[in-house]
């Protein structure tokens, strides 16, 4: 699950292309396939989003969730291309956004009526 946060009138006009963003970064950096991933967007009235006073009405929050066992460096990797992608396509200048992975256990996670771990037939691998 990746989670968008920002104020609604910035996200919805931009919800596709952000979600096209984030689907082909996960795909570059950690090959995952497009659309493995649910991607909710939640767009913000003004009076319900209290953002850093250094950042625009572009600022959004990027959370990702993933099964632990990627190498630092693949994340970290995964974190600057989703800046430099965000400012070269949309562009939202990387002080506007931040990004933050969080990993479970594959025991952590549960889909298609198994947990993570039982899980033997993922098209990508979580050891990269």
Same mark, same amino acid.
């Given at each position: 699950? +990746?989670? &968008? %946060?920002?104020?609604?009138?910035?996200?919805?006009?931009? =919800?596709?292309?952000?979600?096209?963003? +984030?689907?082909?970064?996960?795909?570059?950096?950690? *090959? +995952?396939?497009?659309?493995?991933?649910? +991607? !909710?967007? #939640?767009? #913000?009235?003004? *009076? @319900?989003?209290?953002?850093?006073? *250094?950042?625009?009405?572009?600022?959004? &929050?990027?959370?990702?969730? #993933? $099964?632990?066992? !990627? $190498?630092?460096?693949?994340?970290? !990797?995964?974190?600057? $291309?989703? %800046?430099?992608? #965000?400012?070269?396509?949309?562009?939202? !200048?990387?002080? @506007?956004?931040?990004?933050?992975?969080?990993?479970?256990?594959?025991?952590?996670?549960?889909? =298609?009526? $198994?947990?993570?771990?039982?899980?033997? @037939?993922? *098209?990508? @691998?979580?050891?990269?």
């Amino acid at each position: 699950m +990746i989670t &968008v %946060f920002g104020l609604k009138s910035k996200l919805e006009p931009r =919800r596709e292309q952000l979600a096209e963003v +984030i689907y082909n970064s996960l795909h570059l950096g950690l *090959d +995952i396939s497009k659309g493995k991933h649910a +991607i !909710r967007f #939640l767009c #913000l009235e003004k *009076d @319900d989003f209290y953002y850093p006073f *250094d950042r625009s009405d572009d600022y959004t &929050v990027i959370e990702i969730n #993933l $099964m632990a066992g !990627r $190498m630092e460096g693949t994340k970290k !990797r995964l974190i600057k $291309m989703l %800046f430099s992608e #965000l400012e070269y396509k949309l562009g939202i !200048r990387a002080h @506007d956004v931040e990004i933050t992975i969080k990993e479970q256990p594959a025991h952590c996670w549960g889909f =298609r009526g $198994m947990t993570g771990d039982e899980a033997r @037939d993922l *098209d990508y @691998d979580i050891y990269v």
